[in-house]
């Protein structure tokens, strides 16, 4: 027998042992990239909409609600569906300057490479009203 025909096929043997862990690893990293664009985001989304929320208090020339803090939110995380934004606005007690307000940003994640596992990722910012 010679020695090429003895290793034969070995290669596709090789690559079937391979394949799946590569590719295992390249979706790993693709749920793991997106979570943490996903973090990042809701980060910056609700520190932009508690710095909104602190500016625009019931003092101010046009004190803002809820949903102007929402629109703030999901306008400053342009990469994110708005659909899979979840955007919560608390005054502590109310909208006057000296109170405190607190904004909670969640994110399901839109990309499900791994279909279970792939929790909702978020943030939260508190700020004093100045007006």
Excluded: D
């Excluded at 508690?50 to 929402?70: E, I, K, L, M």
């Amino acid at each position: 027998m010679n020695r090429l025909g003895s290793e034969r096929g070995s290669a596709m043997v090789e690559v079937a042992f391979i394949l799946p862990i590569v590719v295992l690893f390249i979706f790993g990293l693709i749920q793991f990239s997106t979570s943490t664009f996903n973090l990042n985001s809701a980060a910056y989304g609700s520190t932009q909409g508690a710095r909104y929320a602190s500016v625009h208090g019931a003092n101010s020339a046009s004190p803002c609600s809820a949903a102007n803090v929402t629109a703030v939110v999901i306008a400053s995380m342009p990469g994110v569906p708005a659909g899979s934004v979840t955007v919560t606005t608390t005054w502590n007690p109310n909208n006057t300057p000296g109170n405190t307000v607190t904004v909670a940003v969640s994110i399901k994640p839109w990309i499900k490479v791994i279909p279970t596992g792939s929790p909702a990722v978020g943030a939260k910012t508190q700020m004093t009203i100045l007006q």
